[in-house]
T-cell receptor
Framework: DAKTTQPTSMDCAEGRAANLPCNHS???????VYWYRQIHSQGPQYIIH???NNETNEMASLIITEDRKSSTLILPHATLRDTAVYYC????????????FGTGTRLQVFP | DVKVTQSSRYLVKRTGEKVFLECVQD?????MFWYRQDPGLGLRLIYF???????EKGDIPEGYSVSREKKERFSLILESASTNQTSMYLC????????????FGDGTRLSIL
């Protein structure tokens, strides 16, 4: 019952920008968009989150469309260590604060 | 940086044993969570806690219990381990407030033989 849709996999050349799209057409007005990534055999790593404005931190940028129905995570200069599964999440349960992870996008960065 | 530390990366136990998984966070977070992650099923919430000595059931609490005696520590207990509890267990913590991100530990891969 994830509220997001992401491509199954993407490739990116090392040093280039990786742009990972996410659709969340049923997002509610007070729901944030979160991005996490999970490298094999490790726990999910928080990347960035936002409500409606674009956000940037030391790891990535988050671009949210004006209607908030989709967003894009941008890794400006991908490295081999960015190879991971990237999850776009819309928090759906404020009673438990649980995160619902979908299947994510498997990003492969190649030399 | 937020640090969530889980006591073991890999653990092997036998059916019927009582198993303790420990989680400690160093960011003074009020909220703590236990999830399990299984292929094809994603992350499922087992228990969570918003304060010391407080606990709430998540989606799959059966066969588990938790303890939160100190703010920084949240323990998951498998009362009598069974093979269907073989999984990756993930602990997370966050500040209060509906938009605060959860930060995860590296997980404990538990095998029940």
């Amino acid at each position: 019952d994830a509220k997001t849709t992401q491509p199954t996999s993407m490739d990116c050349a090392e040093g280039r920008a990786a742009n990972l799209p996410c659709n969340h057409s049923t997002i509610s007005g007070n729901e944030y968009v979160y991005w996490y990534r999970q490298i094999h055999s490790q726990g999910p790593q928080y990347i960035i989150h936002g409500l409606k404005n674009n956000e940037t931190n030391e790891m990535a940028s988050l671009i949210i469309t004006e209607d908030r129905k989709s967003s894009t995570l941008i890794l400006p200069h991908a490295t081999l260590r960015d190879t991971a599964v990237y999850y776009c999440i819309v928090r759906v349960d404020y009673n438990t604060d649980k995160l619902i992870f979908g299947t994510g996008t498997r990003l492969q960065v190649f030399p | 940086d937020v640090k969530v530390t889980q006591s073991s990366r890999y653990l092997v136990k036998r059916t019927g044993e009582k198993v303790f998984l420990e989680c400690v966070q160093d960011m003074d977070h009020e909220n703590m969570f236990w999830y399990r992650q299984d292929p094809g099923l994603g992350l499922r919430l087992i228990y969570f806690s918003y304060d010391v000595k407080m606990k709430e059931k998540g989606d799959i609490p059966e066969g588990y219990s938790v303890s939160r005696e100190k703010k920084e520590r949240f323990s998951l207990i498998l009362e009598s381990a069974s093979t269907n509890q073989t999984s990756m267990y993930l602990c997370a913590s966050s500040s209060p407030g509906g938009n605060q991100p959860q930060h995860f530990g590296d997980g404990t891969r538990l095998s029940i033989l």
